[in-house]
Protein backbone atom coordinates (compact mmCIF):
# COMPACT_ATOMS: atom_id res chain seq x y z
CA UNK A 1 0.00 0.00 0.00
CA UNK A 2 1.19 3.72 -0.97
CA UNK A 3 0.39 6.56 1.22
CA UNK A 4 0.45 9.87 -0.71
CA UNK A 5 2.06 12.13 1.70
CA UNK A 6 0.04 15.38 2.63
CA UNK A 7 2.55 17.50 -0.07
CA UNK A 8 1.91 15.16 -2.96
CA UNK A 9 -0.51 17.25 -4.96
CA UNK A 10 -3.74 15.04 -4.66
CA UNK A 11 -3.03 15.07 -0.96
CA UNK A 12 -2.63 19.11 -0.91
CA UNK A 13 -5.49 19.76 -3.20
CA UNK A 14 -7.70 18.37 -0.98
CA UNK A 15 -6.24 20.42 2.54
CA UNK A 16 -6.79 23.49 0.36
CA UNK A 17 -10.32 22.93 -0.18
CA UNK A 18 -12.31 24.71 2.90
CA UNK A 19 -14.86 22.02 3.95
CA UNK A 20 -18.03 23.33 5.89
CA UNK A 21 -19.13 22.20 9.00
CA UNK A 22 -22.15 24.13 10.63
CA UNK A 23 -23.99 27.71 9.05
CA UNK A 24 -25.71 30.27 10.76
CA UNK A 25 -28.10 32.80 9.57
CA UNK A 26 -31.01 35.32 10.79
CA UNK A 27 -34.19 35.83 9.48
CA UNK A 28 -37.63 37.26 10.41
CA UNK A 29 -40.75 35.51 11.14
CA UNK A 30 -43.82 36.14 8.31
CA UNK A 31 -46.26 35.95 11.46
CA UNK A 32 -46.68 36.87 15.03
CA UNK A 33 -44.11 33.52 16.71
CA UNK A 34 -46.61 30.51 18.54
CA UNK A 35 -45.84 27.36 18.99
CA UNK A 36 -48.73 24.84 17.82
CA UNK A 37 -49.93 22.04 19.77
CA UNK A 38 -51.27 19.05 18.97
CA UNK A 39 -54.82 19.65 19.90
CA UNK A 40 -54.66 22.97 18.37
CA UNK A 41 -53.73 25.22 21.42
CA UNK A 42 -51.07 27.58 21.16
CA UNK A 43 -48.10 28.87 22.94
CA UNK A 44 -47.63 32.20 21.96
CA UNK A 45 -44.31 34.04 21.99
CA UNK A 46 -44.73 37.25 23.58
CA UNK A 47 -41.66 39.26 23.36
CA UNK A 48 -43.67 42.15 25.81
CA UNK A 49 -44.01 39.55 28.08
CA UNK A 50 -40.99 36.89 28.44
CA UNK A 51 -41.37 35.43 31.81
CA UNK A 52 -45.10 34.67 31.08
CA UNK A 53 -43.92 33.45 27.77
CA UNK A 54 -41.54 30.79 29.60
CA UNK A 55 -44.44 30.18 32.49
CA UNK A 56 -46.75 28.72 29.70
CA UNK A 57 -43.88 26.59 28.13
CA UNK A 58 -43.06 25.63 31.29
CA UNK A 59 -46.56 24.62 32.07
CA UNK A 60 -46.40 21.83 29.24
CA UNK A 61 -42.71 20.71 29.94
CA UNK A 62 -41.52 17.69 30.95
CA UNK A 63 -37.49 16.92 31.80
CA UNK A 64 -35.22 15.89 28.46
CA UNK A 65 -33.15 12.73 28.69
CA UNK A 66 -30.55 12.45 26.62
CA UNK A 67 -29.34 8.93 24.44
CA UNK A 68 -26.38 6.84 25.26
CA UNK A 69 -26.50 3.81 22.45
CA UNK A 70 -29.56 2.19 23.40
CA UNK A 71 -30.33 3.45 26.37
CA UNK A 72 -32.25 6.58 28.03
CA UNK A 73 -30.88 8.49 30.77
CA UNK A 74 -31.40 11.32 32.95
CA UNK A 75 -28.62 12.79 34.63
CA UNK A 76 -28.52 16.75 35.06
CA UNK A 77 -24.87 16.27 35.23
CA UNK A 78 -24.62 15.56 31.71
CA UNK A 79 -27.73 17.32 30.70
CA UNK A 80 -30.50 20.11 32.80
CA UNK A 81 -33.00 20.74 30.22
CA UNK A 82 -37.04 20.74 29.97
CA UNK A 83 -38.63 19.91 26.60
CA UNK A 84 -42.15 20.60 25.46
CA UNK A 85 -44.43 16.93 25.65
CA UNK A 86 -46.04 17.92 22.74
CA UNK A 87 -42.21 17.49 21.16
CA UNK A 88 -42.34 16.41 17.84
CA UNK A 89 -46.10 17.00 17.18
CA UNK A 90 -45.85 20.86 17.84
CA UNK A 91 -45.48 23.49 14.72
CA UNK A 92 -44.22 26.82 14.75
CA UNK A 93 -46.24 29.05 13.59
CA UNK A 94 -44.29 32.23 11.90
CA UNK A 95 -41.29 30.12 10.49
CA UNK A 96 -40.99 27.72 8.34
CA UNK A 97 -37.42 26.68 7.15
CA UNK A 98 -38.23 26.13 3.08
CA UNK A 99 -40.61 29.10 3.33
CA UNK A 100 -38.15 31.60 4.81
CA UNK A 101 -34.62 30.31 2.62
CA UNK A 102 -32.85 28.81 5.30
CA UNK A 103 -33.38 24.92 3.72
CA UNK A 104 -31.93 26.47 0.56
CA UNK A 105 -28.73 28.10 2.47
CA UNK A 106 -28.46 25.24 4.47
CA UNK A 107 -28.51 22.36 0.96
CA UNK A 108 -26.22 24.76 -0.58
CA UNK A 109 -23.43 23.91 2.43
CA UNK A 110 -24.15 20.92 3.46
CA UNK A 111 -26.43 18.57 0.82
CA UNK A 112 -25.27 20.72 -2.80
CA UNK A 113 -26.78 17.20 -4.32
CA UNK A 114 -29.59 16.74 -2.91
CA UNK A 115 -32.70 18.47 -1.54
CA UNK A 116 -33.31 18.06 2.42
CA UNK A 117 -36.34 18.13 4.29
CA UNK A 118 -37.02 19.51 7.67
CA UNK A 119 -39.01 17.76 10.43
CA UNK A 120 -39.59 19.61 13.84
CA UNK A 121 -38.84 17.28 16.46
CA UNK A 122 -38.28 18.77 19.33
CA UNK A 123 -38.70 22.26 21.97
CA UNK A 124 -35.98 22.50 24.77
CA UNK A 125 -35.76 24.75 27.54
CA UNK A 126 -32.83 25.42 28.70
CA UNK A 127 -33.36 27.39 32.78
CA UNK A 128 -30.18 29.32 34.36
CA UNK A 129 -27.93 26.54 35.00
CA UNK A 130 -29.25 24.37 31.88
CA UNK A 131 -26.64 22.96 29.68
CA UNK A 132 -25.94 20.13 27.27
CA UNK A 133 -22.25 18.35 27.47
CA UNK A 134 -20.63 17.91 24.33
CA UNK A 135 -22.36 15.11 22.09
CA UNK A 136 -23.12 14.23 18.78
CA UNK A 137 -27.23 13.69 17.74
CA UNK A 138 -28.24 10.30 17.39
CA UNK A 139 -29.58 9.41 14.04
CA UNK A 140 -33.12 8.56 13.46
CA UNK A 141 -32.34 6.81 10.18
CA UNK A 142 -30.06 6.43 7.56
CA UNK A 143 -31.51 9.30 5.55
CA UNK A 144 -30.31 11.76 8.57
CA UNK A 145 -28.04 13.88 7.51
CA UNK A 146 -27.87 17.25 9.95
CA UNK A 147 -29.78 19.56 12.70
CA UNK A 148 -31.60 22.93 12.78
CA UNK A 149 -31.61 24.99 15.75
CA UNK A 150 -34.38 27.99 15.67
CA UNK A 151 -33.58 30.24 18.98
CA UNK A 152 -36.41 32.14 20.34
CA UNK A 153 -36.35 35.65 20.40
CA UNK A 154 -36.37 35.28 24.15
CA UNK A 155 -33.90 37.56 26.38
CA UNK A 156 -30.93 35.23 28.15
CA UNK A 157 -27.05 35.02 28.48
CA UNK A 158 -25.02 32.19 28.76
CA UNK A 159 -26.18 29.02 26.44
CA UNK A 160 -24.23 29.61 23.47
CA UNK A 161 -24.08 26.55 20.99
CA UNK A 162 -20.46 25.17 19.92
CA UNK A 163 -19.36 22.85 17.86
CA UNK A 164 -16.01 21.29 18.16
CA UNK A 165 -14.03 19.49 15.13
CA UNK A 166 -10.30 18.75 15.92
CA UNK A 167 -9.17 20.57 18.81
CA UNK A 168 -10.76 23.17 17.25
CA UNK A 169 -14.37 24.82 19.00
CA UNK A 170 -16.55 27.74 17.97
CA UNK A 171 -19.55 29.10 18.84
CA UNK A 172 -22.31 29.06 16.12
CA UNK A 173 -25.18 29.98 17.68
CA UNK A 174 -24.75 32.61 20.79
CA UNK A 175 -27.34 33.89 23.71
CA UNK A 176 -29.44 37.37 23.16
CA UNK A 177 -27.72 39.65 25.51
CA UNK A 178 -26.14 41.62 23.13
CA UNK A 179 -27.75 45.05 22.22
CA UNK A 180 -30.07 44.94 19.00
CA UNK A 181 -28.34 47.14 16.07
CA UNK A 182 -29.03 47.92 12.18
CA UNK A 183 -27.51 44.11 11.13
CA UNK A 184 -29.88 43.03 8.05
CA UNK A 185 -32.16 41.07 7.83
CA UNK A 186 -30.61 37.74 6.81
CA UNK A 187 -26.24 37.19 7.52
CA UNK A 188 -25.29 33.72 6.88
CA UNK A 189 -21.85 32.80 8.55
CA UNK A 190 -20.12 30.10 6.69
CA UNK A 191 -18.32 27.76 9.91
CA UNK A 192 -15.42 26.43 8.03
CA UNK A 193 -12.26 24.34 10.30
CA UNK A 194 -10.41 27.30 8.21
CA UNK A 195 -12.47 30.36 9.11
CA UNK A 196 -10.45 33.86 9.73
CA UNK A 197 -11.10 34.56 13.58
CA UNK A 198 -12.05 38.03 12.85
CA UNK A 199 -15.39 37.33 10.90
CA UNK A 200 -17.01 33.68 13.43
CA UNK A 201 -17.53 34.37 16.74
CA UNK A 202 -15.76 31.26 18.56
CA UNK A 203 -13.69 29.93 21.46
CA UNK A 204 -10.84 28.00 20.47
CA UNK A 205 -9.25 25.20 22.89
CA UNK A 206 -5.85 24.25 21.54
CA UNK A 207 -3.73 22.05 24.22
CA UNK A 208 -6.06 22.26 26.85
CA UNK A 209 -6.06 26.06 26.85
CA UNK A 210 -9.49 27.87 25.85
CA UNK A 211 -9.24 31.24 24.74
CA UNK A 212 -12.41 33.35 23.43
CA UNK A 213 -11.91 35.06 19.77
CA UNK A 214 -13.67 38.13 19.07
CA UNK A 215 -16.76 37.66 17.07
CA UNK A 216 -18.98 39.79 14.65
CA UNK A 217 -20.74 42.83 16.44
CA UNK A 218 -23.78 42.61 14.45
CA UNK A 219 -26.98 41.29 16.76
CA UNK A 220 -29.72 40.34 15.46
CA UNK A 221 -33.29 42.89 14.67
CA UNK A 222 -35.50 42.37 17.64
CA UNK A 223 -37.92 39.99 17.30
CA UNK A 224 -35.56 38.57 14.42
CA UNK A 225 -34.73 34.76 15.05
CA UNK A 226 -31.41 33.04 14.83
CA UNK A 227 -30.67 29.68 13.61
CA UNK A 228 -27.87 27.18 13.02
CA UNK A 229 -27.51 23.69 11.51
CA UNK A 230 -24.56 21.45 11.43
CA UNK A 231 -23.77 17.83 10.39
CA UNK A 232 -24.86 15.42 12.86
CA UNK A 233 -22.16 13.59 13.46
CA UNK A 234 -20.51 16.74 14.55
CA UNK A 235 -19.61 17.47 18.01
CA UNK A 236 -21.46 19.79 19.91
CA UNK A 237 -22.68 21.04 22.93
CA UNK A 238 -24.72 24.10 24.70
CA UNK A 239 -23.13 26.12 27.60
CA UNK A 240 -24.15 26.88 30.92
CA UNK A 241 -27.12 29.59 30.70
CA UNK A 242 -26.37 32.43 33.17
CA UNK A 243 -29.64 34.37 33.02
CA UNK A 244 -32.83 33.97 31.41
CA UNK A 245 -34.35 30.61 29.54
CA UNK A 246 -32.93 29.88 26.09
CA UNK A 247 -35.59 27.94 23.82
CA UNK A 248 -35.16 26.51 21.11
CA UNK A 249 -36.86 24.30 18.39
CA UNK A 250 -35.04 21.91 16.47
CA UNK A 251 -35.26 19.95 13.28
CA UNK A 252 -34.26 17.42 11.88
CA UNK A 253 -32.51 17.35 8.44
CA UNK A 254 -32.97 14.95 6.16
CA UNK A 255 -32.18 13.66 2.62
CA UNK A 256 -35.01 13.84 0.31
CA UNK A 257 -34.01 11.81 -2.83
CA UNK A 258 -34.30 15.06 -4.98
CA UNK A 259 -31.31 15.91 -6.83
CA UNK A 260 -29.98 19.34 -6.53
CA UNK A 261 -27.68 21.14 -8.67
CA UNK A 262 -24.91 22.19 -6.92
CA UNK A 263 -24.20 26.04 -6.88
CA UNK A 264 -20.19 25.86 -5.90
CA UNK A 265 -18.17 23.80 -7.49
CA UNK A 266 -15.69 23.56 -4.43
CA UNK A 267 -14.53 19.90 -5.54
CA UNK A 268 -12.81 21.65 -8.44
CA UNK A 269 -9.44 21.64 -7.49
CA UNK A 270 -8.99 18.09 -6.60
CA UNK A 271 -10.63 17.47 -9.79
CA UNK A 272 -8.09 18.92 -11.57
CA UNK A 273 -5.33 17.49 -9.61
CA UNK A 274 -6.68 14.01 -10.21
CA UNK A 275 -6.89 14.62 -14.10
CA UNK A 276 -3.62 15.96 -14.07
CA UNK A 277 -1.86 12.58 -12.44
CA UNK A 278 -4.04 10.87 -14.54
CA UNK A 279 -2.56 12.35 -17.54
CA UNK A 280 0.99 11.65 -15.71
CA UNK A 281 3.01 8.46 -15.31
CA UNK A 282 3.09 8.41 -12.02
CA UNK A 283 -0.51 7.60 -10.35
CA UNK A 284 -0.76 3.46 -9.98
CA UNK A 285 0.70 2.94 -13.19
CA UNK A 286 -0.21 -0.93 -13.40
CA UNK A 287 -3.77 0.50 -12.33
CA UNK A 288 -5.03 -0.13 -8.51
CA UNK A 289 -7.46 1.66 -6.28
CA UNK A 290 -7.03 5.11 -4.79
CA UNK A 291 -8.61 5.97 -1.43
CA UNK A 292 -9.84 8.76 -0.10
CA UNK A 293 -10.36 8.36 3.75
CA UNK A 294 -13.89 10.70 4.55
CA UNK A 295 -13.93 13.22 6.73
CA UNK A 296 -17.82 12.25 7.64
CA UNK A 297 -19.14 10.10 9.37
CA UNK A 298 -21.48 7.62 7.18
CA UNK A 299 -24.79 6.70 8.56
CA UNK A 300 -25.83 2.94 8.13
CA UNK A 301 -29.36 1.74 9.26
CA UNK A 302 -28.63 -1.19 12.56
CA UNK A 303 -29.33 -4.21 10.80
CA UNK A 304 -28.44 -3.40 7.43
CA UNK A 305 -26.91 -6.04 5.28
CA UNK A 306 -26.17 -3.38 2.28
CA UNK A 307 -23.22 -1.39 2.83
CA UNK A 308 -23.06 2.51 2.16
CA UNK A 309 -23.44 3.86 -1.31
CA UNK A 310 -22.76 7.17 -3.16
CA UNK A 311 -25.80 8.49 -2.15
CA UNK A 312 -25.02 7.94 1.62
CA UNK A 313 -21.73 10.16 1.09
CA UNK A 314 -22.63 13.79 2.83
CA UNK A 315 -21.12 17.10 2.20
CA UNK A 316 -17.59 17.55 0.40
CA UNK A 317 -17.09 13.31 0.68
CA UNK A 318 -19.85 13.11 -1.67
CA UNK A 319 -18.19 15.77 -4.10
CA UNK A 320 -15.34 14.13 -3.78
CA UNK A 321 -16.30 11.35 -5.43
CA UNK A 322 -18.20 12.98 -7.86
CA UNK A 323 -15.45 14.34 -9.29
CA UNK A 324 -13.88 11.39 -9.76
CA UNK A 325 -16.72 10.15 -11.81
CA UNK A 326 -16.73 12.89 -13.73
CA UNK A 327 -13.55 11.91 -14.84
CA UNK A 328 -14.46 8.77 -16.13
CA UNK A 329 -13.65 6.86 -13.10
CA UNK A 330 -15.73 3.73 -11.39
CA UNK A 331 -15.99 5.15 -7.65
CA UNK A 332 -17.66 2.90 -4.93
CA UNK A 333 -17.45 3.36 -1.13
CA UNK A 334 -15.68 1.14 0.60
CA UNK A 335 -15.94 0.67 4.95
CA UNK A 336 -12.23 0.31 6.41
CA UNK A 337 -10.49 -0.99 9.40
CA UNK A 338 -7.03 0.63 10.46
CA UNK A 339 -4.49 0.30 13.40
CA UNK A 340 -3.37 2.89 15.03
CA UNK A 341 -0.97 3.38 17.80
CA UNK A 342 -2.49 3.48 21.35
CA UNK A 343 -3.42 7.04 23.07
CA UNK A 344 -2.24 8.70 19.64
CA UNK A 345 -4.24 10.56 16.90
CA UNK A 346 -5.20 8.24 13.92
CA UNK A 347 -2.42 9.04 11.36
CA UNK A 348 -2.83 7.96 8.19
CA UNK A 349 0.85 8.14 6.64
CA UNK A 350 1.38 5.56 9.73
CA UNK A 351 -1.57 2.94 10.52
CA UNK A 352 -2.02 -0.54 9.33
CA UNK A 353 -5.46 0.37 7.05
CA UNK A 354 -7.17 -2.78 5.17
CA UNK A 355 -10.66 -2.29 3.23
CA UNK A 356 -13.10 -4.88 4.27
CA UNK A 357 -15.15 -7.16 2.62
CA UNK A 358 -18.37 -6.04 4.86
CA UNK A 359 -19.30 -4.11 7.66
CA UNK A 360 -17.53 -4.88 11.18
CA UNK A 361 -21.06 -6.14 12.65
CA UNK A 362 -21.40 -6.19 16.87
CA UNK A 363 -20.70 -9.68 17.19
CA UNK A 364 -17.46 -9.83 15.22
CA UNK A 365 -16.24 -7.14 17.54
CA UNK A 366 -17.64 -8.44 20.71
CA UNK A 367 -15.58 -11.35 19.56
CA UNK A 368 -12.06 -9.69 18.86
CA UNK A 369 -9.68 -10.75 21.91
CA UNK A 370 -6.59 -8.87 23.03
CA UNK A 371 -4.06 -9.99 20.22
CA UNK A 372 -5.33 -8.52 16.72
CA UNK A 373 -4.25 -9.34 13.23
CA UNK A 374 -4.98 -8.97 9.65
CA UNK A 375 -3.30 -12.26 8.75
CA UNK A 376 -4.64 -16.04 8.34
CA UNK A 377 -2.91 -17.21 11.07
CA UNK A 378 -0.99 -15.51 14.17
CA UNK A 379 2.53 -16.44 15.32
CA UNK A 380 2.51 -16.19 18.86
CA UNK A 381 5.63 -16.39 20.63
CA UNK A 382 6.04 -17.56 24.29
CA UNK A 383 6.95 -14.86 26.05
CA UNK A 384 3.51 -14.24 25.67
CA UNK A 385 1.58 -15.63 28.67
CA UNK A 386 -0.89 -18.15 28.42
CA UNK A 387 -0.18 -18.31 24.46
CA UNK A 388 -3.61 -16.34 24.16
CA UNK A 389 -5.55 -17.17 20.72
CA UNK A 390 -5.17 -14.77 18.03
CA UNK A 391 -7.91 -12.71 16.78
CA UNK A 392 -7.74 -12.14 12.30
CA UNK A 393 -9.86 -10.37 10.39
CA UNK A 394 -8.54 -12.02 7.49
CA UNK A 395 -11.87 -13.48 6.77
CA UNK A 396 -13.67 -9.85 6.36
CA UNK A 397 -10.81 -7.92 4.65
CA UNK A 398 -11.07 -7.36 0.77
CA UNK A 399 -8.29 -8.91 -0.98
CA UNK A 400 -5.82 -6.87 -2.85
CA UNK A 401 -6.63 -6.22 -6.33
CA UNK A 402 -3.03 -4.73 -7.48
CA UNK A 403 -2.15 -1.88 -6.06
CA UNK A 404 -3.72 0.55 -3.56
CA UNK A 405 -2.86 4.72 -2.97
CA UNK A 406 -4.35 5.96 0.16
CA UNK A 407 -4.34 9.95 0.01
CA UNK A 408 -3.18 11.57 3.55
CA UNK A 409 -6.00 13.81 4.34
CA UNK A 410 -5.67 16.25 7.47
CA UNK A 411 -9.08 16.09 8.39
CA UNK A 412 -10.32 12.50 7.79
CA UNK A 413 -12.32 10.97 10.92
CA UNK A 414 -12.37 7.38 12.37
CA UNK A 415 -14.17 5.74 15.09
CA UNK A 416 -12.81 3.94 17.79
CA UNK A 417 -14.19 0.37 17.91
CA UNK A 418 -11.52 -1.55 19.67
CA UNK A 419 -8.40 -1.54 21.78
CA UNK A 420 -5.82 -4.52 21.39
CA UNK A 421 -2.35 -5.84 20.45
CA UNK A 422 -1.90 -5.68 17.13
CA UNK A 423 0.60 -6.62 14.31
CA UNK A 424 -0.39 -6.49 10.72
CA UNK A 425 1.29 -10.04 9.64
CA UNK A 426 0.19 -11.85 12.56
CA UNK A 427 4.33 -11.89 14.25
CA UNK A 428 4.00 -10.67 17.72
CA UNK A 429 7.45 -10.15 18.70
CA UNK A 430 9.28 -6.86 18.25
CA UNK A 431 7.38 -5.41 16.12
CA UNK A 432 3.80 -5.73 17.31
CA UNK A 433 2.49 -2.47 19.04
CA UNK A 434 -0.80 -1.64 21.46
CA UNK A 435 -3.42 -0.10 19.15
CA UNK A 436 -6.80 1.31 18.85
CA UNK A 437 -8.91 -0.33 15.97
CA UNK A 438 -10.83 2.16 14.38
CA UNK A 439 -14.10 2.12 11.23
CA UNK A 440 -13.68 4.21 8.55
CA UNK A 441 -15.46 4.77 5.66
CA UNK A 442 -13.15 5.73 2.16
CA UNK A 443 -14.40 6.88 -1.31
CA UNK A 444 -12.54 4.21 -3.80
CA UNK A 445 -11.96 5.28 -6.85
CA UNK A 446 -10.61 2.83 -9.43
CA UNK A 447 -7.47 4.31 -11.40
CA UNK A 448 -7.00 2.37 -14.87
CA UNK A 449 -3.80 0.84 -16.17
CA UNK A 450 -1.01 3.45 -18.12
CA UNK A 451 -2.03 1.26 -20.87
CA UNK A 452 -5.73 1.88 -20.79
CA UNK A 453 -5.38 4.96 -20.27
CA UNK A 454 -3.43 5.50 -23.07
CA UNK A 455 -0.08 6.88 -21.95
CA UNK A 456 2.16 3.87 -22.62
CA UNK A 457 4.87 4.41 -25.66
CA UNK A 458 4.15 1.95 -28.49
CA UNK A 459 6.77 -0.31 -28.61
CA UNK A 460 9.11 0.80 -31.82
CA UNK A 461 8.91 -1.66 -34.66
CA UNK A 462 10.65 -5.01 -34.63
CA UNK A 463 12.05 -5.46 -38.31
CA UNK A 464 13.77 -9.02 -39.50
CA UNK A 465 15.14 -10.00 -43.30
CA UNK A 466 14.43 -12.78 -44.64
CA UNK A 467 16.77 -14.54 -47.45
CA UNK A 468 14.10 -15.09 -50.38
CA UNK A 469 11.32 -12.13 -49.25
CA UNK A 470 13.25 -9.50 -47.99
CA UNK A 471 12.79 -7.11 -45.48
CA UNK A 472 9.51 -6.66 -43.00
CA UNK A 473 7.55 -5.93 -39.82
CA UNK A 474 6.39 -8.14 -37.50
CA UNK A 475 3.05 -8.17 -36.53
CA UNK A 476 2.27 -10.76 -34.50
CA UNK A 477 4.06 -13.94 -32.68
CA UNK A 478 2.58 -17.15 -32.47
CA UNK A 479 3.85 -21.03 -30.89
CA UNK A 480 2.88 -23.95 -32.75
CA UNK A 481 3.63 -26.73 -30.51
CA UNK A 482 7.36 -26.21 -30.29
CA UNK A 483 7.84 -24.36 -32.78
CA UNK A 484 7.71 -20.51 -32.82
CA UNK A 485 5.91 -18.87 -35.77
CA UNK A 486 6.23 -14.87 -36.97
CA UNK A 487 3.62 -13.37 -38.90
CA UNK A 488 5.88 -10.79 -40.65
CA UNK A 489 4.32 -7.99 -43.48
CA UNK A 490 6.99 -7.57 -45.79
CA UNK A 491 7.87 -4.45 -47.79
CA UNK A 492 6.08 -5.58 -50.81
CA UNK A 493 2.72 -5.59 -48.49
CA UNK A 494 2.49 -9.28 -48.29
CA UNK A 495 1.92 -10.77 -44.71
CA UNK A 496 3.63 -14.37 -44.49
CA UNK A 497 4.16 -17.04 -41.48
CA UNK A 498 6.95 -18.00 -40.73
CA UNK A 499 9.41 -20.09 -38.74
CA UNK A 500 11.54 -18.10 -36.14
CA UNK A 501 14.68 -19.67 -37.20
CA UNK A 502 14.52 -18.23 -40.83
CA UNK A 503 14.73 -15.11 -39.73
CA UNK A 504 16.91 -12.21 -38.73
CA UNK A 505 16.66 -9.53 -36.69
CA UNK A 506 17.89 -6.38 -37.94
Not at 158 to 184: C, K, Q
Not at 468 to 489: A, H, I, P, Y
Request: charged share 30%; aromatic share 4%.
Amino acid sequence: MIRLTADSPLSAALDAISEPLACSGVCAPDAPLALVLADDGELVVDLADPDGTVERLLAHAEPAPFGDHERTHFDPAVRRALRLRDRGRVRLRGFDPARHGVLAEVEALLSPRERLVAALTDVQIYPPGGHFVRHRDTPRDGDMLGTLVVLLPLPHSGGDLTIREGDVTRAILRDSSGAASDAPIREVVHVFEDMPEETAGSREVRGGEARTVPGDSREAPPGALRWAAFFADVEHAIDVVRDGHRVVVTYALSRSGAPREPTDDRAAPFREALARELAGRELLPNGGVLLLPCTRRVIVPRGSNAGPALRDLRGLDRELAEAGRALGLEVRVRQCVAASEADAPVDLAAVDLARLREALAEPSLAGLGELVTFAEEGHVLEYLAGGDAVSSLAPLLLARDGDESVLVRARARATLIHEACFSADGYFGNEHYDAWLHALVAVEMVIPSLAARGLVEPEPARRVRHAKFGDGTVVSEQRSDDNLMLVVRFDDGQERRLLRRFLVDL
